[in-house]
């Protein structure tokens, strides 16, 4: 039988979506699950996005550009202009989701065996772009005592090697719930200045910041026009997760011309879905009030119901809509395979993604889970009450 390349089986599953199997067994079985483990947002998609597709009078089905529709990207760089990020639709290529845009971004800067120097944990997939990239990820630890601050800048240059083309941060951060202040993002700017390098920013969370604090993009960081890249979204912007389409950010004209290439050769974003998502920048600003204060009535439900379990350490996110959640087990793989096999509360139980996977180092976060947030608060208690009865029974 021909062989699988090695790439093919260096990929790594998804974290959190290998449970799944056992998930639909559990139903089967006649269980009720809360899904802890994903994040897709509950929240509906702002209706003038579902009605622009049902009111496009399109009769053919036609690609679009490569780099996405002009008029849509016109709009895209309003959008920024209003969050003080001036970039022209020029510095835009539409993409399918942020994914696609993460990949155009390796392949744009990083050859064969090049590293990226990631904070960890980060967002799982950053694993997988990486090996289909055939790039290689230089994980800095970044540390659940510290709220998962970013590491001290000697440490990054401690890895910095002449393979080292690009650090990548996600902020806010997935699966942290991380906020890098302004003078953090101006640390990362003097490094990749210095040591000539890229800085990509996965800033798909903007919007969902807390407790009054700022996003800071990396865009907004004057000098840094030639070395920084963004990754976005309108996944979780405005609940959209199945539309498929994000963007890839840059003054860089090389970048732009580069992510081109790769755009071109898959052809085009999804029409039907660039015109829910031109209509979705409508959005009136009191859906965001309304979804962020969903959103912080949620971490705070979560937070507090996890501190009252005895052994349980949690940092607070301050955006996003995850949390990791250290727990005193050995082995949150096999932990989160038994809560879906074996146990059950009332007919209940919760389905939750092992961290491990949202490291690079091996044997890291092995105690850990991501909870995301996406659940109604009278879930969430309950949910963080099924955790708690399972932890007292459990044995690793
Ligand atoms: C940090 C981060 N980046 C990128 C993505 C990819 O999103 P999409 O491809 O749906 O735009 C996700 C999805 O969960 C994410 O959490």
């Not at 510290?146 to 590491?151: G, I, M």
């Not at 798909?204 to 004057?222: K, L, P």
Request: charged letters at 25%.
């Amino acid at each position: 039988m021909p062989s699988i390349s090695i790439k093919g089986q260096l990929m790594p599953q998804s974290p959190i979506r290998k449970l799944v199997p056992f998930a639909e067994q559990a139903v089967k079985n006649g269980k009720s699950i809360y899904y802890l483990n994903i994040g897709q947002p509950d929240i509906k998609t702002p209706k003038i996005a579902l009605q622009a597709v049902k009111d496009s009078k399109i009769d053919t089905l036609a690609y679009s550009r490569s780099e996405g529709s002009e008029i849509y990207r016109q709009k895209i760089s309003d959008y920024y202009k209003k969050h003080d990020i001036d970039v022209s639709h020029e510095d835009i290529i539409v993409t399918t989701g942020g994914s696609e845009a993460l990949l155009f971004a390796f392949g744009s800067v990083m050859d064969v065996e090049d590293e990226v120097i990631i904070p960890e944990p980060f967002y799982a997939n950053y694993n997988g772009f990486s090996i289909a990239s055939g790039v290689k990820v230089v994980p800095i630890i970044s540390k659940i005592e510290d709220n998962f601050a970013l590491p001290p800048i000697e440490e990054f240059e401690k890895l910095i090697t002449p393979k080292t083309k690009a650090i990548l941060i996600c902020n806010p951060g997935n699966p942290t719930g991380y906020l890098y202040s302004k003078q953090e993002i101006q640390k990362l700017a003097a490094i990749v200045k210095k040591h000539d390098l890229f800085l990509l920013a996965d800033e798909v969370y903007r919007e969902f910041v807390y407790d009054g604090n700022t996003h800071y993009s990396i865009m907004q960081e004057e000098g840094l026009e030639d070395y920084a890249i963004m990754i976005d979204s309108v996944s979780k912007r405005y609940s959209m997760c199945g539309a498929r389409i994000g963007c890839l950010v840059s003054k860089n004209k090389d970048v732009i011309q580069t992510a081109l290439k790769f755009a071109q050769a898959r052809l085009s974003p999804p029409t039907l879905a660039q015109i829910a998502s031109e209509a979705a920048l409508e959005t009136p600003q009191s859906y965001f009030d309304a979804v962020i204060d969903e959103y912080v009535e949620r971490r705070n439900t979560l937070i507090t119901e996890l501190q009252k379990i005895e052994g349980v350490k949690v940092a607070k996110p301050k955006g996003a809509f995850y949390c990791i959640a250290e727990l005193p087990i050995k082995n949150s793989d096999h932990f989160a395979q038994w809560l879906l096999e074996d146990f059950e509360l009332n007919g209940e139980t919760i389905m939750v993604a092992p961290a491990g996977g949202f490291y690079s180092t091996p044997g890291a976060g092995l105690n850990q889970i991501r909870i995301a947030y996406v659940l109604k608060k009278e879930s969430l208690i309950k949910a963080v009450n099924i955790l708690k009865e399972a932890l007292k029974v459990y044995k690793d």
